[in-house]
């Protein structure tokens, strides 16, 4: 049988009220009986259930999201999980706010951070912007106490607590290594739409996706990416005239979002030579552009489980409890029209 703080009580020789004073870190108790009560704890082998005792307390966590406001679909996903969370308030005993900024607006961002270390919020949760303010600003809200995850886009190098996302080096390696079965002995060349490379998810599915294409033996040629900003009809008019420009194009890979424009645009253009097309994010789109064959491979996140663990890993830094490793692992689905759930 597990000890109890009555144990504890007894063992020490003190109140009930003196423990609860003493697991919970408040004054009134004098050195020597918290002393003893320390002692009982070590020698009864005594863990505190924090969540049990948070429950007890009736404790809700205030948690602060910060989002890009564009309106592409991985993010619209993403913002309706982080609401279906705020629903769950209740029950999940936590008061979620959002802000939401302008996508790629390092000045925006920065501002609200600085915003949060003035509220009185448990944790932070924010898609970052890989920029020296940006990083500046995390570290302003950590010396606050504010625990902090990056979601989706990391910042590894700055005193962020927890990354909710994919491994997104591996994303683009996967991506490489299928467009090289796909186009193994051919020639010719491969388009890159990225959201924008100011953005380390980006910047680390395209290291990726060139790294493992270099392992195979062929004869292809990587263009310079064209950045879409995530925004369809900017990506529709870059791939419209990159099939209109390049007749030796046998493949592009899509690694930012803005994939409605993509998909217009492959629909739009008649070829004689197919291209293989890779996306990342299975949204109502994309799933159709699977079925239909203009994508062949969709690698997908599930933003549900980043807002989750973003949640239960704020909450247990709050509480100083260890993070759960396997629980937390976002992994990288791969759907094609073969498999779609």
Do not use: C, W
């Not at 020296?132 to 979601?151: C, Q, S, W, Y």
């Not at 994303?171 to 193994?184: E, N, P, Q, V, Y």
């Not at 990587?222 to 005239?241: F, I, K």
Request: charged fraction near 25%; charge should be neutral.
């Amino acid at each position: 049988m597990k000890p109890t703080v009555h144990d504890i009580a007894s063992e020490a020789g003190v109140s009930l009220a003196t423990v609860d004073r003493v697991l919970n870190g408040r004054p009134g108790v004098r050195a020597p009986t918290r002393e003893r009560v320390l002692k009982a704890i070590e020698k009864l082998g005594f863990v505190r259930d924090v969540a049990a005792a948070n429950l007890a307390k009736g404790r809700v966590y205030p948690l602060t999201f910060i989002v890009p406001s564009n309106d592409n679909s991985f993010m619209a996903a993403l913002r309706a999980e982080i609401a279906a969370q705020q629903a769950r308030g209740p029950l999940e005993r936590t008061a979620i706010s959002v802000t939401t900024v302008p996508a790629f607006d390092v000045e925006a961002l920065v501002a609200a951070l600085d915003r949060v270390r003035l509220e009185k919020t448990a944790g932070l949760a924010v898609v970052a912007i890989d920029a020296a303010p940006v990083r500046d600003a995390l570290a302003r809200v950590v010396a606050e106490g504010i625990p902090v995850v990056t979601l989706v886009s990391d910042l590894p190098e700055s005193e962020r607590h927890h990354f909710a996302g994919i491994d997104n080096e591996a994303a683009g390696r996967t991506a490489g290594s299928l467009m090289g079965r796909f186009l193994d002995g051919r020639r010719g060349r491969i388009g890159l739409v990225v959201g924008s490379l100011e953005v380390r998810d980006h910047r680390q599915r395209l290291e990726g996706f060139r790294a493992a294409l270099q392992e195979f033996e062929t004869d292809l040629t990587l263009l310079s990416p064209v950045e879409g900003r995530d925004e369809p009809e900017r990506v529709h008019a870059l791939v419209t005239q990159m099939l209109r420009d390049e007749p030796a194009l046998l493949g592009i890979y899509s690694l930012g979002a803005g994939n409605r424009g993509l998909i217009r645009a492959l629909s739009e253009q008649a070829r004689k030579q197919p291209l293989r097309v890779i996306a990342h994010e299975l949204t109502t789109h994309t799933r159709a552009a699977l079925e239909a064959g203009l994508i062949d491979i969709v690698l997908n996140q599930d933003a549900g489980h980043e807002v989750r663990s973003a949640i239960r890993v704020l909450k247990a830094q709050a509480d100083g409890q260890a993070v759960i490793a396997a629980q937390e692992r976002i992994r990288i689905d791969i759907f094609l029209k073969d498999n779609l759930p």
